[in-house]
């Protein structure tokens, strides 16, 4: 029975990662988007009562089962301790690391209250980031996963803010794994093996921590004397079993995050092939300029740049699936991960709302793509100091031709060329214009954001 | 000996079931003073390059390949010694570079073997004066090694229309000054190449007596004979071209007798029409003997850019065996096929380019053109392949070109629309496009 339900556990969580890879891959993004819904903080951000109640009663009732069969960062942790053997007894000081999760927790719960984003130690974001092979969180991933190869769940029980608080849930969780002080013969294999360092064995007897316990039940197989279980007939003798006194403290060594500023791309203005006198080849193109906003622009669905600051966690789904290159992760401390858009590789098309129907934190809020047309997110503006058509007088169409809401009329210019004019009232902000204009090194047309986005 | 009707449905579409064989000499042609020309001329202005594509192509990076000089050397001596001996260059082909490496090619050969033809590209507007064209003379004759040019065209005339051709050729006293260079015999032959406006030619043909025209180069293939004026109106069929040419005794050199390789590739129904004649022909064969069937061509130029294409070309002009009236007959029904379908008039010679906002033109009528031939251009949207197709045509085209490149960043200034031999309406078409994509790109956002 035991090792049935083991092999219900590996393979759930198996699957369960495998799906996460086909989602942020890209190959799934239809069939495994409900994988993203059932994370715990989104579903807290987005108020799914259904997702957190299941989620609530099972911690309640049985413990961190989430930690190892829903939380795709956990899985991968487990993954990684199965890498290397552990026979060694496994101490934690744990003084430190209960102040440690409570002071992440307080930081992860402040900078979340303060509207920079419960993005920084949310495990499924993190995962998502690293999935996304983000560079600076990939260093975070590494650090992870060598610190789960050699001490497993750290991440978990030292700094994870949802570990925390589902260990508090936990902690009197009546079906709980316990140690049948009757059968246990104190040979302490459960004790060495465990990779949340929550068991702790006194003679022949121990205490399981559940608020520790991920639930990966590798215990109740390992042990020979099957003394380990969730419904035991005699309970465990102590109630109380305190960690020995002198405990080899270990450093752990602290992720660090590198916030690498990538200088993005040089800008080039096209060759001035103006009178040609060879034939073939191509001009030298360069892409448009990101503006630097007034503030970052959000997709649809956001209601506001607040709202969406203070929901998103930056798992980089939306990233992954805009089939338009629009969305990316923010680079600014404040907004740390989150993403944002910019329109050098494409704008965001009238029809699409994808990425409102898979954000799982509701930092984007489900709206039918018919609705797209009547959001304005930001308003176009124009600058005559860098339109070519009113600094060189070129004949251009482009932003006009592209705007998908006829918000652009053309005027007479001052270069002679006819400049567009923008129809404020129309405009909803979607940056066909920007991204089609080809002044360069800035577009002559850009968005600003809306900070209330308007129906 | 393997049956003609023992040949797989690729090798039907594709190409010939037995390699090409070079069975006996090239058929040689001479013009008004006994010149003997072969009816194969070598066209320089898609020479290859180092990674494997040709010099006027449009991928991206290509500013960086060189010309794959090695290659030049040897397609040369080959075609040398299987009696291809005119050589047609410019100084505006392959950005500028297809003198230079023609010169270094030609120059390991007897300067009598061969007959150098080459232009007067004086397109930017500054380069119309007297000084400028006479540089752009000294220059051609100093890269190609030589002192003396055996075949001087004006390049392209009609091209940006009548006025456009005055002023490069008239006003400035290019003409008369071109005269004197060939009575000093620095020039061997004078003639012009002609594309575009109807009232140049006219004007040229006019003025033939006062000129005496050695020869004049012009478009001409089964599709253009009679249906030049279907595609635009604003051309001359090629029929008409050849007959007035033939009516002074002026011998004709064929330029797209291919349409820059669409005349070698085409959709099943094409491709099933012309392997009925002869299923051991080759596609483009065709073309080659259609132009040499007609005894006033002096020779018919290709541009070669890979080894296969020299010796298909030479052997299906070793001898030429002109085609019999039927023959013709069911090409011409092959054309009214050919115009059937959706594809651009555009035979990728990259007068258009570079554009100076970085789009490319080529590339995106190339693929468009291909999704034609291949019969899979995502254009009804009930057809039951249609989203498969409309898959192939996105990736295809994403692969081929970059972002930036593609036609949702044609500013329509029409800078283009002067230096298109063809006469597309280029920025109209790249609006067309963009519309086309836009609505597959959400076509496929729904899928």
Known sequence: MRKIILLIRRLLALSVLLGFTALFTGYGLKHFVFLAKLQFWPAV???????????????????????????????????????????????????????????????????????????????????????????????????????????????????????????????????????????????RKCEKKCRASAISIQGKGGKIDSALCVQCRDCTVLCPKGAIGALLASPET??????????????????????????????????????KIFDGGLADISAPGIDSRNASLKPAGSRSIKNFQTKCVGCQLCVKACPNHVLRPSKRLKDFMQPEMAFDEGYCTIDCA???????????????SSQKQNIHIGQALWHLDRCIAATEGVNCTACFRHCPVNAIERVEGP?????????????????????????????GITVKALEQHRQ | MKSKRNISRREFITGTTKPPEITGPMTMREDNKGNKISLLGYGAMRLPTKDGKHANTWAEGVSS?????????????????????????????????????MGEALSHHPRNSYFIATKLSNFAPQQYSLEACKELLANSIKALRTDYIDFYLLHSVGNGGFETFSKRYIENGAIEWLLEERKAGRIRNLGFSYHGDPKAFEWCI????????????????????????????RNLNAKYLYETLAAKNIPAIIMEPLLGGRLARFNYAVASKLKSMDPDSSIASWAFRFCGTYPNVLTILSGMTYKEHLIENIATLSPLKPLTQSELDTLEEAAQLILQNNSIPCNLCQY?????????????????????????????????????????FLNELDAQIHHLRQPEHCIGCGKCVSHCPQRIDIPKKMEEIDVFIANLRKEARHA
């Open chain 1, 238 to 275: 102590r109630e109380e079993a305190r960690p020995a006194a002198n405990e080899n403290a270990e450093v752990i060594e602290r992720r660090s995050f590198i916030i690498g500023t990538a200088a993005i791309g040089a800008a080039l203005i096209a060759e001035g092939a103006d009178e």
């Open chain 1, 45 to 187: 951000l987005a108020s799914s009562a259904i997702t957190l109640g299941v989620i609530i009663a099972l911690t309640i009732l049985a413990g961190r089962w989430y930690c190892s069969i829903l939380c795709p960062l956990g899985i991968l942790q487990d993954i990684a301790y199965r890498l290397k053997p552990h026979n060694a007894q496994q101490k934690m000081p744990a003084k430190i690391r209960r102040i440690s999760r409570l002071a992440f927790l307080l930081a992860f719960l402040a900078v979340g209250f303060l509207g920079f984003g419960f993005s920084w130690f949310e495990p499924y974001g993190l995962f998502g980031r690293i999935a996304t092979a983000l560079s600076f969180t990939l260093t975070a991933g590494i650090a992870i996963f060598t610190l789960a190869i050699w001490k497993g769940r750290v991440w978990c029980n030292w700094t994870c803010p949802i570990g925390t608080i589902l260990g508090l849930l936990s902690r009197f969780a009546p079906f709980r794994l316990k140690i049948d002080s009757s059968k246990c013969i104190g040979c």
């Open chain 2, 65 to 101: 390949a060189a010309i794959d000089q090695d290659a030049v050397n040897e397609h040369v001596k080959f075609a040398l010694e299987h009696g291809v001996n005119y050589f047609d260059t410019s100084p505006a082909y392959c950005r500028g570079e297809s003198e230079r490496v």
């Open chain 2, 352 to 392: 258009c380019m570079p554009c100076p906002y970085g789009i490319d033109i080529p590339g995106v009528f190339d693929n468009w053109n291909k999704a034609c031939i291949e019969d899979r251009l995502p254009i009804d949207s009930a057809s039951e392949r249609h989203s498969e197709n409309r898959e192939i």
């Open chain 1, 354 to 368: 994808k990425c409102s129907h898979i954000c799982p934190a509701g930092a984007i809020e489900a709206i039918p």
């Open chain 1, 415 to 443: 270069a002679g060329a006819m400049i567009p004019k923008i129809d404020v009232e129309k405009c909803i902000g979607c940056g066909a214009c920007e991204h089609v204009c080809p002044s360069r090194p800035m577009p």
């Open chain 2, 206 to 233: 006019e003025h033939h007596e006062q000129y005496h025209w050695d020869f004049c180069q012009i478009q001409m293939n089964y599709v253009d004979w009679l249906h030049a004026k279907e595609v635009n109106e």
